[in-house]
């Protein structure tokens, strides 16, 4: 669903997260790259790139392509696999998700929050012939999509005013929210309704209601929704669909806390 990423600048630090960095660009980029598109993405100096890229390839992180563009290495999807496999939050939510995909037919995602952004962390698709171009693994920005401003809601204030401030706001359309006052706005007011709705802010045509996910001590911080065409769901029909993905969130919260209570670790 992500039309774009929005790159952390605390990334671009260290040797580590500069490799991330070109990683991260060579993922995200809508065609692929060469050596000197992604050295000017990346502003390094060319030997610096070069042994970077190098290093990525031996250890089977990148790919090179027969016309000298990148791809992603195998072994990323090695990573990938056994992290979804592992992952709690998808295996507690996995049977409330599902319940609520019953209950709607449409199209469910699970999103985690990261930086400024969600990760699409599970998706159960609709049963409609018509549905959503989305993937397990995309990034899509918080601030304009119902699953990230429901997370954002979760949030302690003060921390979610340290997060707005890193925002880089992206018009994405004409609905989209694009200053700070506006979003704190808009997120008094899913605190107060408990649900948060994309009304095609991040892409024409597509909407959804959300509700925020959290666990006790708020490091993990997520959000549920439903979504689909603008043309099928209606705002009716969004509304009628608000208690129900509260609810699945709070059976997921109440799951939370007891697989990860200290009596059940210990």
Not at 57 to 85: C, H, K, M, P
Not at 110 to 133: A, C, F, M, P, W
Not at 196 to 201: G, L, N, P, T
Request: include cysteine; charged fraction near 25%; hydrophobic fraction near 40%.
């Amino acid at each position: 669903m992500s039309k774009s990423r929005t790159t952390a600048s605390a990334r671009d630090t260290g040797t580590l997260g500069k490799a991330v960095r070109v990683l991260d660009i060579i993922a995200n980029a809508s065609e692929p790259l060469r050596f000197t598109d992604v050295l000017r993405l990346t502003r390094q100096p060319r030997g610096t790139l070069h042994r970077q890229i190098s290093n990525l390839i031996e250890e089977g992180l990148l790919t090179v392509n027969r016309d000298q563009s990148y791809g992603l290495g195998l072994r990323l999807l090695q990573f990938a696999s056994r992290a979804w496999a592992s992952n709690e939050l998808r295996a507690i939510a996995e049977p409330h998700i599902r319940k609520l995909h019953e209950a709607t037919g449409e199209t469910v995602h699970l999103g985690v929050l990261q930086g400024t952004e969600v990760v699409y962390l599970d998706k159960i698709e609709s049963r409609q012939n018509i549905r959503l171009v989305s993937r397990i693994g995309n990034t899509a920005p918080a601030w304009c999509t119902g699953v990230g401003k429901a997370a954002l809601s979760a949030m302690a204030d003060e921390d979610l005013h340290d997060r707005i401030r890193k925002i880089h706001f992206t018009r994405f359309t004409p609905h989209t929210i694009t200053d700070v006052p506006s979003l704190l706005n808009e997120i008094s007011a899913i605190r107060r309704a408990g649900n948060a709705y994309d009304r095609e802010e991040h892409e024409l045509g597509i909407c959804c209601v959300a509700a925020p996910v959290s666990s006790t001590d708020k490091k993990l911080i997520a959000g549920v929704s439903v979504t689909g065409p603008a043309y099928r769901i209606t705002p009716e029909i969004l509304s009628s669909w608000a208690g129900i993905t509260r609810a699945a969130a709070a059976a997921i919260m109440h799951d939370m806390a007891i697989q990860f209570s200290p009596r059940r670790s210990a």
